[in-house]
C-alpha cells in the first residue's frame, strides 16, 4: 500500500468518527459531504474513476442537498399534512 493510499484511509476513519460524534444535524451534513469528497479522492488513488464519479454525484452533492432541504423544512415546520 502507497503512503497516499493509506493516509486516505485514516483520514476516511478520523472524518467518519466526526460524522458520528456531530451532535448538530446541520454539522453531520456538511461532514458527511466531506466524508464524501474524501471517499471521492479514495476512489481515484484506488484507481476507480467510475464509482468516484458516482461518490461525487451521490455522496457529495445529491445526498447532502436532500438532507439540508429535510432539516430546512422540519426547522421551519413545513410539510405536506
Not at 467518519?16 to 466524508?35: E, F, H, P
Not at 468516484?52 to 426547522?75: D, N, Q
Request: avoid cysteine; hydrophobic fraction near 60%.
Amino acid at each position: 500500500m502507497i503512503p497516499l493510499q493509506a493516509l486516505l484511509l485514516g483520514l476516511m476513519a478520523v472524518v467518519g468518527t466526526t460524522v458520528v460524534l456531530a451532535r448538530d444535524a446541520l454539522r453531520q451534513v456538511i461532514l458527511n459531504s466531506l466524508y464524501g469528497l474524501v471517499g471521492v479522492l479514495l476512489f481515484v488513488v484506488f484507481q476507480a474513476p467510475d464509482v468516484a464519479l458516482s461518490e461525487l454525484v451521490v455522496g457529495t452533492v445529491a445526498f447532502p442537498l436532500v438532507l439540508l432541504v429535510a432539516i430546512a423544512r422540519t426547522r421551519r415546520g413545513g410539510g405536506d399534512r
